[in-house]
């Protein structure tokens, strides 16, 4: 089976970059094992932050239908309900749909698998009901479900306090957002607003442990000191049946790993990042990374480097006027320039900065 490109995982990396490839005529294919494409877009119903160019004020499920229409107007080939489950060194892809097995040969490949969400191990914390609030935001954005009617959110990024909110509004009790650090993690906007709704943000407090049977019904929480010891005496507990874990994301790269390509270890960009160039080039030739596998930023920033692997595949594969093309592609850089550039964006702006220049010194 073969394609000109392949783009793993249809969130919104993986999305532009199957637009941008397909609207210059490349044969795209676009997997994603799970049922619907959009990926986190469609568990987004707020309105997205920046600039009009970065769909600012747009919610992020309207952004999700705005790509999905346009994949289908460039006619790619989407397969959903398909899991890759290896990407060799020669750029072969290993797919199963369930019922039978084959090998993809693309002349291209974009990986862009997104993120996975970290856990965190106390006593009880198998019990039903604590989940990641992004499995939590899952259920309530995406199949209508509320989880619980209690809740309390470890953790106070931006996916916390967005969940929290969502909750919220769908109808649940949010007890608190607890968070270790002695400040708040996420964006004052997100922060003010659930405080404005009463749910009360603890910072220098975690989660002792968990408790229940069929369902977690309580939780207990301390204070902790500058170097997250216990403060003694300061336990308290709490009756909740939903306990939301939001301690952050990872790249999901495994298949990177699979494949070969180099990484470094980058704590700003959440973890292990495979090594790119400039245009999201791995340190495999023809397999380029983007959003959240290449380093956890926000989805605008996924979505221009979807943009850039896209476009530099389109280009390599000759389908794309190399004359334009890297017009286009000097505009794209200059827009995930500005993102990075933000008053958030600093040290993720400098790694990936780092990134480029330990790919050209490899």
Known sequence: MKTELAVIGAGPAGLCAAIEAAKHGVDVTLIDENQTAGGQLFKQIHRFFGSEEHLAGVRGIEIGEMLLGDA??????VMLGTVVWGLFPDGKIGISDGERVDILEPGKVVVATGALENSLSFPGWTLPNIMGA?????MVNVNRVLPGGKALIVGSGNVGLIVAYQLLQAGADVLAVIEALPRVSGYQVHASKIVRMGIPILTGHTILGAEGHTNVTGAEIARIDESFNTIKGSEFRVDVDLVCIAVGLRPLSELCWMAGMAFDYLPELSGFVPLHDELMESSIPGVYVAGDVAGIEEAS????EGKLAGTAAGISLGKIDKASGEKYLAQAGERLRALRLGPYGDER???KKRIIKKYHAA
């Open 349 to 351: 702006y400098e790694s």
């Open 134 to 138: 992004g499995a939590a935001q899952t």
């Open 72 to 77: 289908e107007k460039y006619k790619v080939n």
């Open 301 to 304: 920033s996924a979505m221009e």
